[in-house]
Each structure stands twice: as C-alpha cells, then as structure tokens.
C-alpha cells in the first residue's frame, strides 16, 4: 500500500522529536490527560478539542509539568489513579528510582505495556520475540501468556472496552487474540507494505484499531482498521511518525514526530 493518505486534523507544535505519546485511556476528570516523550524528557498535559468543547479552535493543549530524564523515553502508560478533578491536582509517576517497583525478568526486548482497566494488579507485557504475558502484581507471577507464532513483534495493546481480545502488529500484519479460546492469534492479515510499528485500540470502539508503518525517511502511514471491513477505513500520513494513541472518548487517535503532535479525527 502506498504511503498517501490525508493529513492530519489537528497539530500541536512540540520543543523536540516525539518518540512515545500516550492519552490516559482512564477517565481523569474534565480534560483529556496525555503524555509524551522524547529525548530525555516527558510532558504531561491535558487536551481539549472542538468536538467536545465549542468554545475551542480545533485543539488547545496545556503543559501541566516536564520532567526530565537521562535517557531517551520510549514507552509511556498511565496508571488508572491519575486525576484531575481532586484536590490536590496530583499526577503519579513511577519510574526505576521509585520506592514502589516490582521487576519482571523478560526472555527477550519489552515492547509494550498495558494496566487492566478495572484491576490495578494486572499487567500486560509484549516481548519482541513474539510473546505476550500477563503478570499478577500481587503474586508476582505470570498468569497466562499468548504466542503471535512469527517475530520480530514491534507492539501489542489490551482492549480495554473488551479484555477478552488483544492485538499487535508483527512483521507487516496485524494480529488480534480472543483470550479466551487460544493461545494463538484467531484473526491476521497485512497491514503494511514494509514492517508495522505500532498497533493501538479505539477506546470507544471495540471493532477499532489503528496501526503505523516503521517510519521511513519522508512519511510514515497511519492504517485505522475495522474488524467488519477488509480494507482499512481511514489512511493518513504524517512526517516521520512515532508513538500513537488514542482519545478516551473520541474517535480521534494521535501520533508523534519531529516537534509536534498530529490528531487524526475517524469515522465510527
């Protein structure tokens, strides 16, 4: 598939190159929370748009906090306790100097994680070579695990609207579990010409997903699937994308690259 879509709906300019954005998928309040990352560096902000709000332009985006790292930031995920309709305005974050860590010994690169959105004790982890795990905090052991049967896999993302079904992208096709019948995917087709990148649900949608090629040296495409129809309902292309996500409640999935944020608005 050729990298030609439509460009972006709305765009916010950035200070540096996004590697990771991330909305909560969790309500936080009356404004979207989102999160992204770069070169040594996380921004937390909320996000309004028109849609939702008619006193908006197109988007406003507010900078709550910076925080700095030593390393490059390539993963981002909330915890559900994140807020901002009580006072104080307090957002957690954890990171490896923490008082509060539990450590997972990983047979190979993670790749993506992911809370349960109803229990605070379950996560979700993806390793490249192509297994998914899910691990209970509280035993600290691994509960059940699913096998894409192909690497290397580049992202995988927990439906939180149905628990039952987990998706990823490995190789250029995208792959999607029920849970609850095997430990192999059920559904696979290709996605992208060349390797996939990310794959992420919709948050109020559970038949929709999106998925990005690797960046290349121009472009980067950005697939919106639907489980009821063969061909992607929606394709749009950004400069050197990284990172995507999608909005808690509308059907609007963004994505990073060189200083700035990209929104895409999708059909239902």
């Not at 998925?211 to 929606?234: D, E, N, Y």
Request: some cysteine; proline content about 5%.
């Amino acid at each position: 598939m050729e990298d030609s879509g439509r460009g972006a709906s709305y765009t916010v300019p950035c200070d540096d190159y996004v590697h990771v954005v991330e909305f909560s998928p969790f309500d936080s309040g009356s404004a979207a929370l989102l999160a992204y990352g770069g070169n040594q560096y996380v921004v937390v902000g909320t996000c309004r748009f028109q849609e939702e709000d008619m006193e908006v332009e197109g988007v406003e985006f507010t900078t709550l906090r910076v925080f700095h790292h030593a390393l490059r930031v390539d993963c981002l995920a909330w915890s559900p306790e994140s807020r901002l309709d009580k006072l104080p305005q307090l957002i957690r974050v954890w990171d490896l100097e923490g008082n509060e860590t539990t450590t997972f010994r990983l047979r190979s690169p993670g790749v993506s994680v992911c809370w349960h959105p109803e229990d605070a004790f379950k996560l979700m982890v993806a390793e490249k070579k192509g297994t998914i795990r899910f691990y209970d905090l509280v035993t600290q052991q691994a509960i059940l695990s699913l096998d894409c049967g192909q690497s290397p896999l580049m992202s995988a993302d927990w439906c939180l609207s149905n628990t039952i079904k987990v998706g990823a992208v490995t190789g250029s096709d995208w792959v999607i579990w029920d849970i609850t019948r095997s430990s192999y995917p059920q559904e696979k087709r290709p996605a992208h010409v060349e390797r996939a990148g990310n794959f992420r649900w919709s948050r109020v949608n559970e038949n929709l997903f999106s998925t990005t090629g690797c960046p290349g040296k121009i472009s980067s495409q950005l697939l919106v699937h639907h489980l009821g129809h063969p061909q992607p309902v929606m394709i749009g292309s950004a400069t050197v994308g990284a990172g995507l996500s999608w909005h808690r409640s509308l059907p609007l999935c963004v994505i990073g690259g060189d200083r700035k944020l990209s929104f895409w608005m999708t059909e239902m």
